[in-house]
């Protein structure tokens, strides 16, 4: 079972950030300015590179981490999250994209809700 996913065409650098009791975490990040002026974040979940806490526990203060450090707005910013094929035979390794859509108050995200896309989807809204 792979659990190091390589660069492609939903991640193609690594975005360090604090996890739980600020713990160095990391993930895979695709940043994608769209025609619509929007930035499209799509970030990765790479397990066993990822040293500290996974993407899903701390989804809202990553979304926030990487909104400020590309000096993004909350009304123009898409976060994805990226769960890469393990290659198993078990349908919950599979690979997964969630739009993850959140509360903005006090300068970060919170309140998390997800809802599942699919990657034909996905790739629609790198394209718009």
């Known amino acids: 079972m792979e659990t190091n ?26 940043l994608v300015k769209r025609k619509d002026g929007k930035t499209l974040a ?17 989804v809202e203060y990553l979304a ?17 999250e990226h769960t890469p094929d393990l290659g198993s035979k078990l349908t ?10 959140f509360e903005w108050s006090g300068g970060k995200f919170s309140n998390p809700v997800w809802t599942r896309l699919t990657k034909e989807q996905v790739d629609r809204m790198m394209e718009d």
Request: with cysteine.
């Open 64 to 80: 926030t981490q990487i909104l400020k450090t590309n000096g993004e707005t909350p009304e123009s910013f898409i976060f994805i």
């Open 42 to 58: 799509i970030a990765t979940e790479i397990y066993r590179q990822n040293p500290g806490s996974p993407v899903t526990e701390v």
């Open 92 to 101: 919950f390794y599979g690979e997964s994209f969630d739009r993850v859509e």
């Open 5 to 30: 996913p390589a660069f492609n065409k939903y991640m193609d650098s690594y975005f360090d950030y604090l996890g739980h009791w600020g713990s160095p975490s990391k993930c895979g990040l695709k």
